[in-house]
């Protein structure tokens, strides 16, 4: 298990927040933590600490005011700690250079590629061939509905029509490099991991790197992480961190996931 860092950007605030509360409406966001210290503080503090694989994500719709804004703050952290992050957010074929040029690993992807609730072949091939299997990132966050996980995309907004099951995974997982799955149910609420969905991502975590974000809020949560996924599923910390207000110390998370 890696611990993989996060810098979630929201009209150029670095934030933690309740996933679900994620829609266009900013009035409804519920916010657990807005930092005082900008995107490059975090990244700077990453490299510090030689820790690689973690994602800044703009949480702004694309194409908006506040995108832009946020897209600046995005832009500075990956030039502070290059090679180090990875980018995500409204990434096209069309702007994924300029994040790989500003120095992002990989750029993560989910909205584009799964379109009117389905996966576009047509437009996964394209990023391939804009940026190369070995630097994208699908990003598989999910939400449960009839007891099946449904990948969402727009911010977490809207579901598809792909549930994320053991095919999904193995068919997709030739076409990245990794995986990151929000469990937005549970994202940002400190409620405990989900478990069943980290016992299924911990089979196909097997052939390619996987992260999970998604309620870990203790030690005991970290525990349970490691065992269900047998200690190949990667895991991301965002409000329960003390870095973002929570009661997670930053150095003990280290040493924990560095563990054998």
């Known amino acids: 298990m890696e611990f993989r860092p996060c810098i979630d950007i929201h009209n150029g605030k670095v934030k933690q927040i309740v996933g679900s509360t994620l829609t266009d409406a900013d009035h409804r966001l519920v916010s657990n933590f807005v930092a005082e210290q900008d995107a490059p503080f975090y990244a700077r503090l990453y490299a510090s600490r030689g820790i690689k694989g973690g994602h800044v994500i703009l949480l702004n719709k694309a194409g908006t005011e506040e995108y832009e804004e946020t897209k600046i703050q995005a832009l500075a952290a990956l030039h502070a700690y290059p090679g180090g992050l990875q980018a995500g957010g409204g ?4 702007n994924a250079e300029a994040f790989l040029d500003a120095g ?11 379109r ?6 047509e437009r996964l091939s ?16 999910c ?7 449904y990948i969402v995309t727009d911010r977490w907004q809207k579901f598809t029509d792909t549930a994320l ?17 929000h469990a937005v149910d549970v994202e940002g609420k400190a409620s405990g991991i989900d478990g069943d969905l980290v016992a299924l991502l911990s089979r196909i975590a097997k052939k390619v790197p996987v992260t ?4 870990v809020h203790t030690f005991e949560d970290l525990t349970m992480l490691k065992k269900l996924g047998q200690g190949r599923v990667n895991v991301t910390i965002g409000s329960a961190l003390d870095l973002f207000g929570g009661g997670m110390n930053f150095d003990r998370v280290l040493e924990f996931t560095s563990q054998s």
């Open 212 to 215: 999970y974000a998604g309620g």
């Open 91 to 94: 990434i096209t074929p069309e």
């Open 143 to 149: 939400r449960k509905k009839d007891d099946r996980y």
């Open 104 to 114: 992002a690993s990989h750029v993560i992807v989910t909205s584009y590629v799964f």
């Open 116 to 121: 009117e609730g389905k996966i576009d072949y």
């Open 165 to 181: 099951t053991n095919r999904t995974l193995e068919e997709l997982s030739s076409f990245c490099d990794e995986f990151l799955v």
């Open 126 to 141: 394209a990023l391939l061939s804009a940026v190369g299997r070995e630097k994208l990132v699908l990003d598989l966050s």
